[in-house]
């Protein structure tokens, strides 16, 4: 037949490929037509095409990689911000893998005394009181403790942490939004009741990923549409790692959460979520942006002040440190698994002192 095009095949004989298996690397010139055809033509010949991350799968299969190494690489694909790119390598280069394994090292170690202790109960030495496994279970208690916070980070820095901008009407929510994500992605007018979709924008704020949502404000309404948006802002309240509350510094000399909102805290009494209150449009009261009390920022949707303080304040409620160094990323279900661990270590240190 005719030529498809020019290339280069490269050859990794296995066992010390990617995949552990040999591979043949075809590059071409690229483009659409071009890769279609010379894909074809393999497939013709009795490839087939690989099923998403087959790959990774393989390395995994052939122990070329653990599992949290092939997940990262999935993490690293999606990275949202440079600081997560970063982690989700630490993983992949075995980081996290490598402290778990210190971690299972100590405890085959504390293992070894529970078992002797079971398989030679004649023995006159009670092996449960030897002090050096109340020291080796103490230390891996703390470096349990030590791992998991830096887990927890990482899986911050891949998932992001979801921000709802919930407030009355005309308090500047959209505004806001626009303004953080440097786009007019939402329609602002004097009008209240102006937003009744939600509306939502990924940005990156101190390399800690943000999704924010817009919401309707919150106020009762005859008009239908209106009631559906401000149900639907209840129910991105519900779900959010942090919620803002926006106030108009101009209607609100004396700025107190629980006069402001009160039916969120008759309906979410006891509530653990993070809510913190906006004091916007500064920019015509006259206060001066930044931290008013723990939980109240002063700011200017419009002047885009007070948002530095804005930031650190979501960095911190959170625990993000604001530095990726020696972070790795983690799922969820790698935090429960170590908080599972952690539980039982704290249980086993408490019967062993009784
Ligand atoms: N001076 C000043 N005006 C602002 C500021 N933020 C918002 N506004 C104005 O306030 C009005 C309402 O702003 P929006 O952002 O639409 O308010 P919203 O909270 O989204 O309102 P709804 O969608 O109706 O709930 C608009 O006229 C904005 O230009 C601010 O920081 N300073
Ligand atoms: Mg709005």
Not at 294 to 323: P, V
Request: net charge negative; aromatic share 6%; hydrophobic share 45%.
């Amino acid at each position: 037949g005719d030529a498809i095009d020019e290339g280069v095949a490269l050859y990794f004989p296995g066992p010390s490929s990617f995949t552990g298996e040999s591979i043949l690397e075809l590059q071409g010139h690229g483009g659409m037509v071009v890769l279609d055809r010379l894909v074809q033509r393999c497939v013709e010949l009795g490839a087939r095409l690989a099923r998403p991350g087959e790959f990774s799968e393989r390395a995994f299969f052939n122990d070329k990689m653990d599992l949290a190494q092939a997940e990262a690489i999935a993490d690293l694909i999606d990275a949202s911000s440079v600081e997560a790119a970063r982690s989700a390598v630490r993983s992949m280069q075995g980081e996290f893998s490598r402290l778990i394994n210190v971690l299972v090292e100590q405890m085959i170690q504390v293992r070894i005394f529970v078992e002797a202790a079971i398989d030679f109960p004649e023995e006159e030495i009670d092996f449960l009181q030897d002090k050096a496994l109340v020291v080796n279970l103490d230390q891996l208690a703390a470096d349990l403790e030590k791992v998991l916070a830096q887990a927890q980070q990482g899986a911050i820095l891949r998932d992001g942490l979801t921000v709802v901008l919930a407030g009355r009407p005309n308090a500047g929510k959209s505004s806001l939004l626009n303004a953080l994500a440097g786009n007019n992605a939402a329609i602002v007018t004097s009008v209240p009741g102006t937003t009744r979709d939600v509306l939502r924008e990924r940005i990156t704020l101190g390399g800690l990923p943000l999704n924010i949502i817009d919401t309707a404000g919150l106020r009762d309404s005859d008009n239908e549409i209106e009631q559906e948006g401000v149900r639907r802002a209840w129910k991105e309240i519900a779900g959010a790692d942090q919620i803002l509350f926006l106030a108009d510094a101009t209607e609100t000399p004396n700025p107190n959460l629980k006069d402001l909102w009160p039916e969120y805290f008759q309906l979410y009494p006891g509530s653990t979520q993070a809510v913190t209150l906006l004091l916007n449009k500064i920019d015509l009261s006259g206060h001066s942006p930044g931290m008013i009390d723990a939980t109240t920022i002063a700011i200017s949707a419009k002047d885009k002040s007070g948002f530095d303080a804005l930031g650190l304040h979501l960095q911190t409620t959170i625990g993000y440190l604001g530095h990726a160094e020696g972070l790795f990323s983690a799922r969820r279900r790698h935090l429960v698994a170590l908080q599972n661990a952690s539980t039982l270590v704290q249980n086993g240190i408490q019967q062993l002192k009784g």
